[in-house]
């Protein structure tokens, strides 16, 4: 059986700014917890925040994903 995958192209204007805002949430996030990473002494919560920032940009990698395909590639940094 083949996967059906709903094209994202056709989405509406709101829908596109609703994911261009999640995506630079996640960005953030991961930036500022590398940031707090790079501060901490501790290295089992140094590891934890790391974790936290890898799943944040991963996320981030995924919404990128799903902006270029719908056209918006100008909008990434």
């Known amino acids: 059986m083949q996967g059906t995958r709903t094209s994202i192209r ?7 700014m609703s ?3 999640q995506y630079q949430g ?3 996030c991961s930036k500022k917890l590398n940031f707090y990473s790079n501060q ?3 290295p089992t919560m140094k590891n934890i925040i ?8 991963e996320r981030a990698n ?3 994903s799903l902006l ?3 056209g918006g ?5």
Do not use: P, T
């Not at 056709?10 to 596109?16: L, R, T, V």
């Not at 790391?50 to 940009?57: G, V």
């Open 10 to 16: 056709n989405i509406g204007k709101a829908e596109f």
């Open 19 to 21: 994911l261009f805002h």
């Open 26 to 28: 996640e960005s953030l």
């Open 40 to 42: 901490c002494q501790d």
């Open 50 to 57: 790391n974790q936290m920032s890898s799943q944040c940009q």
């Open 62 to 64: 995924r919404l990128a």
């Open 68 to 70: 270029q395909e719908a």
């Open 73 to 77: 590639s100008q909008f990434l940094s």
